[in-house]
């Protein structure tokens, strides 16, 4: 399953229908930045490892995003 740039509430959601386990880690920007969108959690990279456990990075959205 892909999971790179989806919302973490709508994979963690399948993965939980499927019973599929993951840990989930979030990146922070090193300076504060009070703009981070905490609603809008995305994957940014995902690993499966031996055990078949996705590893999930996520970042908050800067809000400067163009759709």
Request: neutral net charge; glycine residues 2%; charged residues 25%.
């Amino acid at each position: 399953m892909d999971t790179i740039a989806q919302c973490l509430s709508v994979v963690s959601k399948q993965l939980d229908k499927d019973n599929i386990k993951y840990v989930v880690s979030m990146t922070r920007p090193t300076r504060n930045d009070s703009n981070l969108d905490k609603n809008c959690i995305y994957i940014i990279r995902q690993q499966i490892d031996t055990d078949g456990v996705y590893q999930l990075i996520v970042a908050a959205s800067m809000g400067q995003e163009k759709y």
